[in-house]
């Protein structure tokens, strides 16, 4: 409980520091719902009722609202950051459930940015959320930049992140990063004169493909994201912030925190002297790494509508190569094959005993890597064989929009 005399103190420290001692009809920063709805942060001496205010004067842009910008942007919005702009142009998707807090069911199909700014503005009705339902472009990137006080990368990509840190690094723009996969997370703040994030990846690391590809641990993008919102709320209060310069690397299995010191590289083609900024647009495209190739243009590749086609016209055998543990707990139907079996029957070529010669196979597995490989080791053995391009995971996603 906060009593009379503290919150007596607050009014009368937020009057000096907001209004002036000159100026005392100045018209109050906070309405009263306001400033009991704030009473936790203003009793905090670190905080008080000048780094709410500080707060409530912020304009943060975050872009991506998905595993990371979820409980970002829910803490930012309770923590009344007085404007918030979301930007993300993709729209709800059941698998996002598993992680994305600030989605619900019935959400599925709506644009991300739009959905969150509802959210966000009925957790807190006294701030200002602008939704941009559109990725962030070079073009649309620095006007945005340039009109917020701190800019907060949600994404998972490198080539927004290489854009993101090019716009903060020439307007002068702190900027938090942070990224999650598998078990692992990183997060940074990049301030002006410090490292930079191209210091720290010169280049786009290969073969990091995104959590789409890779998956992750539900929770991990909402201790990471809870981080770059505690970061972002110390920051723009003028708290010391610990993770300047600084990358803090998560370690979510043997629950493992690690801190390692940046350093500026002379050379960094964005913060270096001299700059080279004909260079820096190099990765803006580029893609994260390595993405599942749904490109039907590669000939053993066949669609979910060719699959579904091909598996109803009876004459083509469907085979999953995927482990019997993975079978076991769901399926699509046709033959199991594990993938030890297949590797044996091509070592002791037998698959075409095995296999009627003449059938037409279809392997699938859960992202369309391993059915590929089988479906390499097949045709290598002389049989008419085909991988489902995208694997169960796009089988099950164009189920759900026929
Ligand atoms: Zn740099």
């Not at 938090?176 to 990049?190: E, H, T």
């Not at 979510?252 to 083609?269: G, H, K």
């Not at 297949?342 to 010669?357: H, I």
Request: charged share 20%; net charge negative; proline share 5%.
């Amino acid at each position: 409980m906060t009593s009379p005399d503290l919150l007596c103190d607050m009014a009368s420290d937020m009057a000096s520091d907001m209004a002036g001692e000159s100026a005392p009809d100045t018209p109050p920063l906070f309405n009263s719902r306001e400033w009991l709805r704030y009473t936790r942060h203003i009793q905090l001496p670190q905080i008080g009722a000048s780094g709410q205010a500080r707060l409530k004067q912020s304009k943060v842009l975050v872009i991506g609202c998905g595993g990371l910008g979820s409980p970002l942007l829910l803490y930012l919005a309770a923590a009344g950051i007085g404007h918030l702009t979301v930007v993300d142009g993709d729209s709800v998707e059941l698998t996002n459930l598993q992680r994305q807090i600030a989605y619900t069911e019935h959400d599925l199909g709506q644009p991300k940015a739009l959905t969150a700014q509802q959210h966000l503005q009925a957790l807190n009705s006294s701030i200002e959320v602008q939704a941009i339902d559109q990725a962030l472009t070079v073009d649309t990137g620095e006007a945005l930049v340039k009109g917020h006080d701190l800019i907060i990368d949600c994404t998972d990509n490198f080539a927004t992140r290489y854009l993101i840190n090019d716009l903060c690094v020439q307007w002068q723009k702190p900027w938090i990063f942070a990224s999650v996969y598998q078990f692992s997370g990183q997060c940074a703040l990049f301030v002006s004169g410090g490292a930079c994030f191209r210091c720290l990846f010169p280049e786009p690391p290969r073969d990091v493909p995104d959590c789409n590809a890779g998956g992750v641990l539900g929770v991990l993008p909402g201790m990471v994201g809870t981080l770059q919102a505690n970061e972002a709320i110390k920051y723009l209060v003028g708290l010391p912030t610990p993770l300047s310069d600084n990358l803090l690397l998560v370690e979510a299995l043997d629950l493992e925190f690690r801190r390692i010191q940046l350093q500026s590289n002379p050379d960094c083609m964005a913060c270096g002297k001299p700059k080279q900024p004909e260079q820096l647009s190099y990765a803006y495209e580029a893609s994260c790494g390595a993405e599942i190739s749904t490109d039907t243009d590669e000939p053993l590749l066949v669609s979910p509508e060719q699959f579904n086609q091909d598996r109803d016209d009876g004459a083509t055998l469907i085979l999953d190569v995927r482990s019997d543990e993975e079978r076991r707990a769901f399926h699509i139907g046709g033959d199991h094959l594990a993938p030890g079996k297949l590797s044996k029957l091509a070592e002791l070529d037998e698959a075409t005993t095995y296999f009627p010669g003449e059938v037409k196979i279809i392997c699938y597995c859960q992202s369309g890597q391993r059915s590929l490989e089988a479906a390499q080791q097949l045709c290598n053995a002389g049989l008419k064989a085909y991988s489902l391009a995208g694997g169960l995971a796009a089988w099950l996603h164009h189920q759900q929009t026929l």
